[in-house]
């Protein structure tokens, strides 16, 4: 008798608390860091392996192919411009073994003041309960800025070869999405109690490990209609696996 297909979790959130705050300028740093020290805990954990869901290559060392390992994402829940969660997703889904992993990480460095973190929520994609960034909706607007991962080049006539515009459509196509309508977003990132919104351009974009493909360095900020709900995350263009280009659901749309 065949056995039904096991249903992996995909989706796991963390919380984070820091003595030293975690400005939401610096998401990429904070999803690096937390990579670095969730690698750290599998190698403890799994007599040296390194689970390539959670580290995006193979046993031979060569990038997986498709979107199926894991992205990082900091999150800034309460709008108060600090970094206070982290979403780990992966579409692949997360074994038993890897559970393991995600549920035993409590800090982000050995250090008295590393951040410390705990595993808040696992399962599906939809853990509305845990974070409000995740969820169903139709239309998704920029939580942290898109940088373009093809080089924006200008022809004669002022317009761009690779508008990002067209390189959101092709980075939708890529993920099975069906093209979105697509809108300037907010001028920046709205703080709590600050006057004036964060403006994009202070997001930290160089990665301190690795690198990917460096594109524009301008930062943009859209708002994204489908024609049919589609389920978060969602993150687009240069490193959107480590926190930048990400979306949120506006709620009731």
């Known amino acids: 008798m065949r056995r039904p297909q096991q249903i992996l979790p995909t989706t796991a959130v963390f919380a984070l608390r820091s003595r030293a705050p975690l400005h939401v300028e610096r998401t990429l740093f904070v999803a690096e860091r937390f990579r670095t020290a969730l690698l750290g805990r599998a190698g403890e954990i799994l007599n040296g ?5 959670l580290s995006g290559h193979g046993a031979d060392g060569a990038p997986r192919r498709g979107h199926g390992h894991a992205c990082y994402l900091p999150v800034d829940s309460d709008g108060d411009g600090f970094v206070d969660q982290l979403i780990v997703h ?13 549920s035993s990480l409590r800090r982000l460095g050995r250090s008295d003041d590393a951040p ?28 942290t800025p898109f940088f373009a991962p093809r080089h924006l080049k200008p022809r004669s006539d002022g317009s761009l070869k690779h508008p990002p515009e067209a390189q959101i459509r092709l980075l939708c196509r890529d993920l099975g999405l069906p093209e979105p309508a697509i809108e300037p977003g907010p001028r920046g ?3 709590k109690g600050r006057d004036g919104d964060l403006p994009w351009y202070r997001f930290k974009r160089d990665r301190f490990r690795g690198g990917g493909d460096r594109g524009s360095r301008t930062a943009y900020s859209f708002r994204l209609t489908f024609p049919v ?15 930048l280009g990400q979306f949120r659901p506006v709620r009731g749309s």
Do not use: C, K, M, N
């Not at 992966?90 to 995600?102: C, I, K, N």
């Not at 410390?116 to 995740?134: Q, Y």
């Not at 709900?229 to 926190?243: V, W």
């Open 49 to 53: 392996a390194s689970p390539s869901v």
């Open 189 to 191: 990132l709205e703080i």
């Open 90 to 102: 992966a579409p692949d889904g997360f074994e038993l073994e890897v559970q393991r992993v995600l």
């Open 116 to 143: 410390r973190v705990a595993l808040i929520g696992l399962g599906r994609e939809d853990l509305r309960d845990a974070t409000s960034t995740l969820g169903s909706a139709r239309v998704w607007e920029s939580a």
């Open 229 to 243: 709900e589609i389920r978060g995350p969602l993150a687009l263009g240069y490193a959107a696996h480590f926190g």
